[in-house]
């Protein structure tokens, strides 16, 4: 069973530019979560996906939103990008989403200059 | 909203000795606590997860107890081989019904040392 993908791997852009990730869940899973890991802030929660429908969301300004396709794939997009937006993004995948066992992928590491 | 703090923050044992990681968590609704290890480089893996109705859980030498009461989990790991070398995270789900939603500790860097 292939694990969660995630891509592209590795980003750079400017600031005030915009940014598309992707992420494709181990089959069979309907839940996708996304977070966020900087070296400050440790592991943060952006938001979950269930079923196309964004069940929860954290603490983090509109710029960052996501969006869930029938298939399952999620995509988050962060707009007007800010140096602090660098960080490694990674998704999670879990069958039913709360108290199931959540995989992650092995993120897209993203550098705004 | 869910806090959890993570204790040490860095860890040295010996190979062959023992690793205990301590995790509290301040969210009475929280019912799922997973632990994962990150290498280096690398994506966080999960090792093994407690459910709230569970007070320990054992993998091989891999071990997790949860007091509800006192609100703290524990990760114990025996036996400590090099390649246990890693950050380990815990976490809480205070799942809200269905939605997930993990709130992370710090991380504890564990060396373990020939």
């Known amino acids: 069973k292939a694990g969660v993908t995630q891509t592209p791997r590795y980003l750079i852009k400017t600031r005030g530019q915009q940014v598309t990730l992707s992420c494709s869940p181990i089959?069979?899973?309907?839940?996708v979560s996304w977070y966020q890991q900087t070296p400050g802030q440790g592991l943060q929660f952006l938001f979950e996906?269930?079923?196309?429908?964004?069940?929860n969301k954290g603490n983090f300004p509109g710029r960052f939103s996501g969006r869930q396709f029938s298939n399952s794939r999620s995509e988050m997009n962060v707009s007007t990008l800010e140096l602090g937006d660098s960080a490694l993004y990674l998704c999670?995948?879990?069958?039913?989403?709360?108290?199931?066992?959540?995989?992650f992928g092995q993120g897209t590491r993203l550098t705004v200059v | 909203g869910e806090n959890v703090e993570q204790h040490p923050s860095t860890l040295s044992v010996q190979e062959g000795d023992s690793a205990v990681i301590k995790c509290t968590y301040s969210d009475s609704a929280s019912n799922y606590f997973p632990w994962y290890k990150q290498e280096l480089g690398k994506r966080p893996q999960l090792i093994i997860d407690i459910r709230s109705n569970v007070g320990e859980k054992k993998d091989q030498r891999i071990a997790v107890t949860l007091n509800k009461t006192a609100k703290h989990f524990s990760l114990h790991i025996t036996e400590t081989q090099p390649e246990d070398s890693a950050v380990y995270f815990c976490?809480?789900?205070?799942?809200?019904?269905?939605?997930?939603?993990?709130?992370f500790g710090t991380g504890t860097r564990l060396q373990v040392t020939l």
């Open positions: 999670a995948s879990s069958w039913m989403g709360g108290n199931t066992e959540a995989f």
């Open positions: 976490a809480a789900d205070d799942g809200s019904g269905t939605a997930s939603k993990l709130t």
């Open positions: 996906y269930f079923s196309e429908t964004q069940r």
């Open positions: 089959s069979g899973h309907r839940s």
